[in-house]
DNA sequence: CAGAGTTATGTATGCGCTTACAGAGAGCGC
DNA sequence: GCGCTCTCTGTAAGCGCATACATAACTCTG
């Protein structure tokens, strides 16, 4: 720490400056209402001093802090730490969250507290935000419901993507998440009506995801509106939706007998880049032999070759929605029942789906429920 | 806000466990020093309440918050939200330094507060982080440094990147940078050396930013050894350092009358890459017709063909390094004068300056002083 | 120039928690 | 059975600020 003493305080800048604490207090909270001279002696003395208004003290006197709070799991594993896909791939997720949350939250006058869940102390990474936030976002399956649950009765919390919690349990917790369902069914569909896809195959996750849940089932969906027959489980499902396993899915659907698969149709973006290099490897051309499709639209998906077809999440506006929604509840401009917001989605169609690069584009998604 | 009225608080959850208060707070901070059935009762009903610790009661009454905070500065340009190549770039510096300093912070027990820069109230963001945190990193340049000064007398504080300040004004704080001079001369010595440049033509910013003046001037050291000889200022400067004028800078450069240069130097990656697509539309060969060179070691760099040659910045590090400092003031390991910490860079020899894509690296930039 | 209306400042209280310090049992050796 | 040490719990005093309320100093009216 610095040199010098404890940090000054209020009674500090009152009395060198021979006004009284509250005058002190009005001095940065209502600037206009104490005379411009006192105002200026006082913030001399404040500056001469080092002065600065301990946040604690403010946010416990007037019951509000000024920060919203995101939690997060720690999807970084520390052993990766070398490997830039690993940082690329988590780049994404939760640093996109961030930077949406922290824009939105600059706007409305907030500051940002994040913190990643550790696996440690009892309860501890959720009570210790909520304990110094106004309201906070939470990433699907960061924390038990149960908790959020409870701890949602008395500031506004918001989940991030998954599911939204059955009514019952989740009091008053709002929900944002994008279109996953949609966004697949509508890129499922591009690839049947127009490239005559009839025998694709979908790379899922053996994880629990209610989000790859829910791609996979807007998959089942377009092939059912267009009778396509497909099982009603995914063609394959790895373990990490990495690069590597993405790969591995690639040459394991060659490999299997009977006739190959017309489409790959991966849960995420870094499966189908592996899957890309995969192939290029065992010489099986994309779009030409098999095309090959993502989720996410991360940057990476733009610029590997051929480029990829996905389908684009809105991470920012994940964040800057979670926002929006805990600023309502704070000023009192929303009240009410939990809603829960679907942001749409789009599909970017690139070379490996067999489309030019053009970019062309289809919103898929919509509003509040 | 939630339905029912205020936050439950100890004294609701010391009343109807039929403790004091001081044992509730016992459960929380010290659980081994009360008896465990009391301690069950208490927790239980601490549960059924929905009662969460007010931090900031907490940090008021010990006096730390168990928060750490990063201040940065607000590069985002709000026009370019739809340019990826702007989410790109900007993903880099701070969210990097956002991610790094996460991590560390979550190892030491730690969350994290961040904000950025708002041309907005007086003297506000600095202010507001600084109360509410136990020690903060600041960006260079992104608050006054007499602030910074006042507040460094009271908590830790580190400065990230820009120079050492003159130790006169810059009263308790530690310093993190990379090292700028180091890298920029072992790379330009790379290209004299080992690629027999003679014509070398440094694109810089004009901008005022000690990181890039630094790795001009080790660019400057490095043709000075090799007895190259270059003017003592950039070829060009330009405004933003993005794609767009890293484009326009090399055809500027090839236009410009006389021999045609037989590398283009960037300070930084974005203007190389953009660079690499001008050249390619105008038919000029990299590295065949010339060497291009960035600075930085964005993901991009990696994944743009040619491959481009640059400077590897360890960002994360950066984050981390900070984080370690405050801690170590913190928890009194370190006392003393304020250090400066200067962290290694990585020459990435790549495609774009001749290598093959070997990634052979060297390593420039050494410790603490 | 008394009284009403304004504005600038002071007084006093409490926000919810931590933490010395003190007190009450309980176990033990003499 | 007395004093002692331990362990567990209660009492009380703030932590630094915001803010309702009281007060003082003026400015106007009439």
New interface residues.
């Given amino acids: 720490?610095?040199?010098?003493g404890a940090?000054?305080t209020v009674y500090d800048v009152a009395e060198r400056s021979g006004v009284s604490i509250a005058t002190v207090s009005r001095v940065y909270r209502m600037p206009e209402s104490v005379r411009p001279e006192t105002r200026e002696r006082v913030l001399a003395v404040a500056?001469a001093l080092?002065y600065?208004?301990?946040?604690?003290?403010?946010?416990?006197a007037s019951r509000s802090?000024?920060?919203l709070g995101l939690c997060f799991p720690?999807y970084?594993d520390p052993d990766a730490e070398a490997a830039?896909d690993a940082?690329?791939a988590?780049?994404l997720y939760s640093?996109?969250i961030?930077?949406g949350m922290?824009?939105a939250a600059?706007r409305h006058g907030y500051?940002?507290?994040?913190?990643?869940s550790?696996k440690g102390g009892?309860e501890s990474l959720v009570?210790?935000?909520?304990?110094?936030?106004d309201g906070f976002a939470v990433l699907a399956r960061t924390v038990p419901t149960a908790e959020l649950d409870?701890?949602?009765?008395?500031?506004?919390v918001v989940m991030l993507a998954g599911p939204r919690e059955s009514p019952d349990t989740a009091?008053?917790l709002d929900h944002v998440e994008v279109a996953n369902f949609d966004g697949q069914r509508e890129l499922t569909r591009h690839l049947i009506e127009d490239h005559g896809v009839r025998r694709p195959a979908y790379v899922g996750s053996s994880e629990e995801s209610p989000d790859v849940e829910a791609r996979f089932r807007g998959f089942l969906a377009a092939c059912g509106d267009a009778g396509v027959e497909v099982a009603g489980e995914p063609a394959l499902r790895v373990g990490m939706m990495t690069q590597a396993e993405g790969a591995r899915a690639a040459e394991a659907l060659c490999e299997r007998a009977g006739e190959r698969p017309d489409a790959f149709v991966f849960a995420n973006d870094q499966m189908a880049v592996g899957a890309l290099h995969a192939l290029e490897r065992r010489g099986v051309k994309v779009p030409g032999d098999v095309l090959v499709t993502g989720f996410d639209g991360i940057?990476?998906s733009?610029?590997?070759r051929p480029s990829l077809t996905t389908v684009h999440q809105p991470m920012?506006r994940l964040g800057e929605a979670a926002v929006e929604l805990l600023v309502e509840?704070?000023s009192g401009a929303r009240t009410g029942d939990p809603v829960s917001v679907m942001l749409p989605v789009t599909v970017v169609r690139r070379t490996s789906c067999g489309c030019g690069d053009t970019e062309a584009a289809g919103a898929a998604g919509a509003a509040e429920r």
Avoid: C, F, W, Y
């Fill in positions: 720490m610095g040199a010098s940090a000054p500056h080092g600065v208004p301990s946040g604690n003290a403010r946010g416990l802090t000024g920060v720690d970084s830039e940082d690329d988590a780049m640093d996109q961030i930077r922290e824009r600059r500051a940002l507290l994040i913190a990643a550790l009892p009570a210790k935000v909520a304990g110094r936030v409870v701890i949602s009765r008395r500031q506004p009091d008053h940057p990476l733009r610029l590997v920012l509840r704070l």
